[in-house]
């Protein structure tokens, strides 16, 4: 792995960190760069948005990166969330169920700053444990 490559597993590792885990969600400034494309959430506010109803509904929930690798540009992470529904999820009511959640988040990372971003979660298993199916 080069050095560039080390590198934008750094930046991705923090984001992650800072971001999901620490809802630092003003951390996008610092993170993402002036052209970023947001291919899953429409845009960095609506990235904010989703994030910012996670945690509403899962107050307690935790991003743990499980695999992490670099090519070039490209950063892959797939992560595990695990949280307990305590918040409206999409209108469903809190059910106190906990999830247990696989997701994919595909990164490209250029001069130190993501400029793309789409992910893919497990929903179907989310809706699932979250109505105790």
Known sequence: MNTVEQQNLKVISEFVEQFWNKNDFACTD???????QELSYQSTEGLKKFAATILES??????????IMAKDDKVLVCMNVKGTHEG???GTAPTGN?????????????DGKI???RGWIDMV??????RGN
């Open 30 to 36: 610092q993170f993402l760069s002036d052209d970023y």
């Open 58 to 67: 899962f107050p307690d929930k935790r991003y743990v990166v499980e695999d």
């Open 88 to 90: 409206m999820f999409f």
């Open 98 to 110: 906990t999830i247990d959640v696989t997701l994919y988040r595909q990164y490209r990372v250029v």
């Open 115 to 117: 400029r793309e971003h």
């Open 125 to 130: 298993t989310m809706w699932s444990q979250i």
